[in-house]
């Protein structure tokens, strides 16, 4: 049992270790370049590849357009070629041309792709696009709704309708979608998404990249052997936490400049979007946030960091160079990218069974449950059970980390064994 | 508080890895204000030793008592400064702060850890780099550093690990300086070292191990003296004749054992049970002409030698009884 002194020391000591690393994260220039730079990098990853994909598609794909159809269908698709903001630059060459003289130019880059409507197209014939764009969505949708549009107008013909009916039977109609769990306000669905996404993205990483930054200063520390004075001065638990806890501020310190460096820049989108001459900044809505989805935000990211930071820094215990650390870090790293690569189910059914088991459990909801949380679909019950197996589980983690880490701290030389590492748990 | 007559009880502390016994049944005393060697080979059990009193690492068994009242823990660490074998220090922490840190950590106020840093740089002339970070320090500037940063809250016992390997004369000075200092302030020294010579100079005790064990203990002085007792006698004569007939007469009789040529003169090695002044008399009796006789002082390294020697000897012959 500690007494309360020993207690006390133990806090003032963590307290003094967490100050350390606070201090010395924050003045490195690092600490500036990625708080300033990080969510223009962001902001850029995301936009920077779509702005390219429409751009391409703006300036015009040139497909040649094989008919064989006997019926001209595709002289249709030239009146609606505009329709969509997708430029294409429709070519009819003769319907007898060899599939291989078009795929030599696909090849010397003459054109981007060809189109083959079938004699059959009318009753059912599969109509064929092949061309070196075909990953993009925006051309294969174009080129779909273009070919379903000129086959409907053709059939419509043959069953004598006159322009003005097909008109009329084409015009366009208005959809929206927006998202509710019928407790809020209903926001725009795919905004929602983006925003939830988005939270996502950076609560994963922001804990990865904290977590690795506790790795290495563990290992760090036993390289360059402080670790000895540090070991005689405080108890392996106070070295940990304090570790754990200043780095875990400094990435507090960085969501919260990030936070506010998003609120001002959604505050005057019209204006940051003026000075790269984008107007109608108005046209997106952003679903709003409040302070509870910063509160939640926040809270998952420090009980999801603290409980991979203790993985991290027992791996770092148990390892001595950066490069043995990349393999031993593989099994957390795997932790944490499981629930990324399920957010599409999350994001897909946010109030479905999978979505609610996965924000219960402690490895993936620190990531997860704020999505859900943005997206209106989950109870304060479900949030409440969440946190309280997340807090229970992130004990049980400092606990065994630090078994881990006492012993292994001091082991310099060959890695050890999972059997050694079990050891060291057992008789700790 | 009264100031502890013992600064370090070692009771029986045994540590052993496997089969491998780091350290076996070790027991000694350092009494307050004493300069108090740990002596072995490498491989002896010395770092292991210092670093269960550090509370590093604990003993399977036995116990240690520090300052007459405390075990090794944080609360004791106040009171004890270390020098670990492995220096090192935070690259990229200033000077200044990283002395106020350890000073912190071992117990000192903000303030406080903050003044004593100032004044160790000041004693150490490392003044003009306090605001440097410690990466750009020379290797022996670090040196200093990490002597201030083990003495920076004033301990009651300080601990060096074979503090001399890889320091540069320079420094070696510096840490002689210090440790001089803090025996003349009453404090404690404990430190190991394979160098018989530093430690013959500084010492007051010692405790020679080997393999992990225990081959001799105490006052230098005394160590000294029982090893003066087992007969080396420095003879020097004259005139190169007498020492020539000195060879041929006394010293070739049955009471000497051996002799060996010296630089100046013969080192001679009475038989057991053999006092010097016997040998003296018979000198004198054959009418020689002696120039010096003196009792040898046995070196540090000559009873590190033999008592090493004699432990190995006896381990041998415990092996092969066991045969």
């Not at chain 1, 764009?133 to 080129?143: E, Q, R, S």
């Not at chain 1, 929602?192 to 563990?218: D, E, P, T």
């Not at chain 1, 036993?222 to 106070?238: G, T």
């Not at chain 2, 009242?69 to 009171?79: N, Q, T, V």
Request: glycine share 10%; net charge neutral; proline share 4%.
């Amino acid at each position: 049992m500690l007494s309360k002194k020993g207690g006390s020391q133990m806090t003032r000591q963590a307290f003094i270790i967490a100050r350390r690393e606070f201090l010395e994260r924050v003045r490195n220039k690092w600490f500036a370049i990625v708080t300033i730079l990080g969510p223009i990098g962001m902001v850029a990853a995301i936009v920077l590849p779509a702005y390219l994909s429409v751009r391409s598609v703006k300036e015009g794909f040139h497909v040649q357009v094989v008919d064989q159809s006997e019926r001209d269908v595709a002289d249709m698709m030239d009146i609606e070629l505009d329709a969509r903001g997708v430029a294409f630059k429709l070519e009819r060459v003769p319907p007898q041309t060899d599939v291989a003289i078009l795929e030599g130019r696909i090849r010397d880059e003459k054109i981007d792709g060809y189109l083959i409507f079938p004699k059959d197209v009318l009753s059912g014939g599969k109509v064929m696009y092949r061309g070196d764009n075909a990953t993009n969505m925006l051309v294969t949708k174009g080129l779909s709704s273009l070919v379903d549009f000129a086959v409907f107008r053709t059939r419509g013909k043959d069953m004598g309708l006159g322009e003005i009916q097909i008109a009329s039977l084409f015009q366009k109609v208005e959809f929206e979608s927006k998202q509710t769990t019928g407790q809020g306000e209903a926001t725009s669905g795919t905004a929602s998404f983006v925003v939830g996404y988005a939270v996502m993205f950076v609560l994963y990483i922001a804990i990865l990249l904290y977590g690795v930054a506790v790795l290495r200063s563990v290992i760090q520390e036993k390289n360059n052997r402080v670790v000895e004075i540090m070991v005689s001065s405080v108890r392996p638990i106070s070295l940990m936490l304090g570790k754990v806890v200043g780095v875990g501020c400094v990435g507090l310190l960085q969501l919260t400049l990030w936070g506010l460096m998003a609120a001002i820049i959604v505050g005057f989108r019209e204006e940051v979007l003026g000075l790269f001459g984008i107007p109608g900044a108005g046209a997106f809505e952003l679903p709003h946030l409040g302070g509870a989805d910063f509160a939640i935000i926040l809270v998952y990211f420090f009980l999801g960091y603290f409980f991979y930071a203790a993985l991290y820094a027992a791996i770092g215990a148990m390892v001595n160079s950066e490069q043995e650390a990349q393999q031993a870090q593989t099994p957390v790293m795997l932790m944490l990218i499981i629930p990324v690569l399920c957010v599409q189910i999350v994001a897909g059914d946010p109030r479905g069974g999978v979505a609610e088991v996965l924000t219960q459990i402690p490895f993936a909801s620190p990531v997860l449950m704020p999505m859900r949380f943005l997206l209106d679909a989950v109870s304060t019950a479900e949030i409440l059970a969440s946190i309280g197996i997340l807090l229970a589980s992130l004990l049980g983690a400092v606990l065994l980390a630090a078994k881990v880490y006492r012993v292994g701290i001091l082991s310099y030389g060959k890695k050890p064994s999972f059997r050694e590492v079990w050891s060291w748990i057992r008789n700790s | 508080m009264a100031s502890p007559k013992t600064s370090l009880r070692v009771r029986g502390i045994h540590k052993q890895y496997g089969d491998f016994v780091a350290v076996g049944d070790l027991s000694f005393e350092a009494p307050t204000g004493v300069v108090y060697g740990l002596l072995g080979p490498n491989g002896a059990g010395k770092t292991t030793t210092l670093r269960m009193i550090n509370n590093i690492i604990m003993p399977d068994s036995g116990s240690i008592e520090l300052l007459d009242r405390l075990s090794p823990g944080p609360e004791a660490a106040k009171h004890i400064g270390y020098l670990p074998e492995e220096r090192g220090l935070y690259p990229k922490m200033k000077v200044r702060e990283t002395l106020a840190f350890f000073g912190a950590l071992r117990g000192l106020g903000g303030k406080a850890s903050h003044r004593q840093a100032d004044t160790w740089l000041e004693r150490l002339k490392l003044s003009d780099w306090r605001g440097n970070n410690v990466q750009d320090l020379s290797k022996g500037m670090q040196q200093k550093v990490q002597f201030a940063a083990a003495l920076i809250h004033d301990p009651e016992l300080l601990i060096l690990d074979e503090p001399w390997s890889g320091l540069d004369p320079i420094n070696a000075e510096v840490l002689k300086d210090i440790v001089s200092a803090q025996k003349d302030a009453g404090k404690t020294i404990l430190f190991s070292t394979h160098l018989m010579e530093q430690a013959e100079h500084l010492c007051d005790h010692v405790c020679i191990m080997a393999k992990g064990r225990k081959a001799v203990e105490g006052r230098l002085d005394e160590l000294k003296r029982e090893a003066a007792a087992e007969g080396l006698v420095n003879l020097a004569f004259r005139t190169p004749e007498d020492e020539q007939r000195a060879r041929n007469g006394v010293l070739g009789q049955s009471m000497v054992e051996g002799v060996q040529d010296e630089r100046d003169g013969l080192l001679v090695q009475l038989a057991a049970g053999v006092e010097s002044d016997k040998l003296l008399g018979e000198l004198v009796a054959d009418g020689l002409s002696i120039r010096r006789f003196e009792r040898q002082q046995a070196s540090l390294h000559q009873i590190f030698v033999s008592r090493v020697g004699a432990m190995a000897d006896a381990e041998q012959e415990g092996r092969l009884a066991d045969d």
